[in-house]
């Protein structure tokens, strides 16, 4: 019960019991019957359950943070998201003010300055934080109103959000340019992941995450685990949890060429996960996506003094990308979107399609027969070319003319040495029939009659005809 009290000559304050024991007061009335008018009031909001006590109001930002960040109970990287937050933008501005003297114009212009050094995204996950808290005062009778408040069509035109532009995709030919450049950078691990990614559609989570034992050479398909089908981090742990959403627990079916690639893979690799870091670590993702996969599509070349150089394959290209480049390739390839949902993890808006429709053997074969036929129609457009130069029939091929002497030429004549020989003209004289036509023996006047030339002679005299067996042997 509150009561009224003279302090002065014209003064009165209101005194009252406190939830928490004790009692508060308020002064400053200049009447008496100003302060029994409050204290009326006091003891009317407080029948209805809402009466704000003055003292809990003069709380600052920093004490009640305080006590309202351990009550949360959400992810462990939402934890870190919020904690930065708090930490970089909230408390250095707030955290000596008083839940009851903040003000919406005080909020509005505080929103006003981080839009000038800070991306819209930004200030709008900083703003949502603030207003949890305030709105959690409120909850807690410190503050009557939340001065956090979302008021739609206010400000410029420029400042509200922009409709979301497209993400970037590749073709089966980019995304193997951009494998084998990361595994150059990452390993082999690192090619295999980009492209086990690519045809598969997997979010990070599932192929950092994934298991050998999740892996089914036999039936020729991948399982995302819906207790421990993805691979989680934050600041300071990584831990096996579910996938994103309740869908994305499914199983995969994989073309051919990647069944024999992971059943190499597999063959000569040991570890707790399919995809690890060249030490044998599980991946991280900002440590995978600065180190191996930027430079891989976006290339390396402002960096010069660079290990490895890489050309740009597909800048902008993020590796959520390459799971819109698989949904792409569906689309393209005529799927249906009931196959197309099943295979990403996805709800369908219509979901009395989505109970009723299911995924025939010929629509999965189908799908798999065109992920087959990009990926030979990629490896195709990488093989090398020989490019060395070949013999021409044109007389003017520059590369194949004769070298020119560098030395004048001499004209020598090379004489053989005589020797002293007796010529017989009967010898000498040989008849043209005795050369076969075409023969690569020519007849020329010589001491010597050549031995073909005689061998030649007799067979033809031998087959002359006329003659008996006997005379011609």
Known sequence: MAWVEKTGKNSWRVRYPKKTGGTGSVSGFGTKKAAYAYANDLETDRRRGIWIDPTDSRTTVADWTAQWFPTLDVDPRTIDNYRSYLTNHILPHWGTSSLGEITALDVTAWIKQLRCHLAASTVNCVVCVFAMLMDDAVDQHLIPANPVRRRPRRGRRCDRPHPPTERVWTTPEKVLRAAEQAGMLGGPDAKLLVITTAWTGCRWGEMAGLQPHNVDLIRRVIIIDDKIGALHESAHTLWLGPPKTPSSARTIPLPPFLVELLREHLARHTGQFVFTSPLGYPLRRSDFHRRVFRPAVDGNQQHPNAN?????????????????????????????????????????????????????????????????????????????????????????????????????????????????????????????????????????????????????????KALRPGKTWTERL
């Open 308 to 460: 490895i150089h890489t050309e740009p394959v597909q800048p902008g290209l993020t590796f959520h990308g390459l799971r819109h480049s698989h949904k792409t390739w569906m689309i393209a390839d005529g799927i249906p979107e009931i196959a197309q949902a099943k295979r990403l993890g996805h709800h369908l808006s219509n979901r009395l399609v989505e109970t009723y429709s299911h995924v025939a053997p010929e629509i999965e074969t189908r799908l798999l027969r065109g992920l087959e036929q990009r990926w030979q129609h990629a490896t195709h457009a990488r093989r090398p070319t020989d490019n060395r130069p070949r013999r021409s029939s044109a007389a003017g091929a520059h590369h194949m003319r004769p070298a020119r002497r560098s030395t004048p030429r001499t004209n020598t004549v090379r004489t053989r040495p005589s020797l002293a020989t007796t010529r017989n003209p009967a010898v000498t004289s040989i008849r043209e029939e005795f050369v076969l036509p075409n023969s690569s023996t020519m007849a020329q006047p010589s001491d010597h009659r050549p031995r073909r030339v005689a061998i030649i002679a007799r067979i033809r």
